[in-house]
């Protein structure tokens, strides 16, 4: 059985950071690319940062590019988020996902989720 769980979510103010890890179990971890996507109530899903299964390869949104690192650790089955100078709008639950295909996670097309992680950064 495949889970992905996220921690590291938190309240902060603003211009603060966070970071934000997601550990894998019951996969080939270095066989998947990963990512982040992010939610808050009444919208749909963004996409915030991912990377491919070598680490090599990585990519962000507009809304975070230069504020925001992934990385991953596959030897111990983990991704992580950095998030730094936090906005009030980066204010949302955050969620890991992975799939075999480093292009099909860039539009949410996972085929595993976590359960989410909330981050809420006060003005």
């Known amino acids: 059985q495949v889970r992905l769980v996220e921690s590291g979510g938190g309240l902060v103010q603003a211009g603060g950071s966070l970071r934000l890890s997601c550990v894998a179990s019951?996969?080939?971890?270095?066989?998947?690319?990963m990512a982040w996507f992010r939610q808050t109530p009444g919208k749909e899903r963004e996409f915030v940062s991912r990377?491919?299964?070598?680490?090599?390869?990585?990519g962000y949104s507009d809304s975070v590019k230069g504020r925001f690192t992934i990385s991953r650790d596959n030897a111990k089955n983990t991704v992580s988020l950095q998030m730094d100078v936090l906005k009030p709008e980066d204010t949302a639950d955050y969620y890991c996902?992975?799939?075999?295909?480093?292009?099909?996670?860039?539009?949410?097309?996972?085929?595993?989720w976590g359960q989410g992680t909330q981050v809420t950064v006060s003005s």
């Open positions: 990377i491919s299964g070598s680490g090599g390869i990585s």
């Open positions: 019951g996969l080939t971890f270095r066989s998947y690319a």
């Open positions: 996902a992975a799939d075999r295909s480093y292009q099909h996670i860039l539009a949410g097309r996972a085929d595993y």
